[in-house]
């Protein structure tokens, strides 16, 4: 391999949206772009809570309550860049205490 290889930043959208379809019943989260905020009738707190909790149960870190606030948590994207967030720490944590 000439020039080294690039590492690419795994995203996490498609399990975001499965996740969003489950919690809400409703499939159009398949198909919304992932910049369009997502807080409307069909993702309201309560949902959004049960979909916070399933983000750290499967991906097995806490999120902080600092980050758990509307503008946050408004589109598919901004969900995406947490859990990227979360895992970068989490991996850092990890490779310190080796």
Do not use: C, W
């Not at 590492?7 to 159009?28: A, F, G, P, S």
């Not at 991906?59 to 509307?70: G, H, L, M, S």
Request: net charge negative; proline share 2%.
């Amino acid at each position: 391999m000439s020039g080294g290889a690039k590492l690419k930043k795994k995203n996490y959208i498609n399990q975001i949206r499965e996740l969003l379809v489950m919690i809400t019943d409703n499939e159009d989260f398949f198909s919304i772009p992932t910049n369009v905020n997502i807080l409307y009738s069909g993702f309201d707190s309560m949902k959004a809570v049960r979909l916070i909790m399933a983000l750290e149960q499967k991906y097995r870190f806490q999120i902080d309550a600092d980050d758990f606030v509307p503008s946050k948590i408004n589109t598919i994207d901004n969900i995406n860049e947490i859990i990227l967030h979360y895992i970068y720490k989490m991996n850092l944590e990890e490779n310190n205490s080796d």
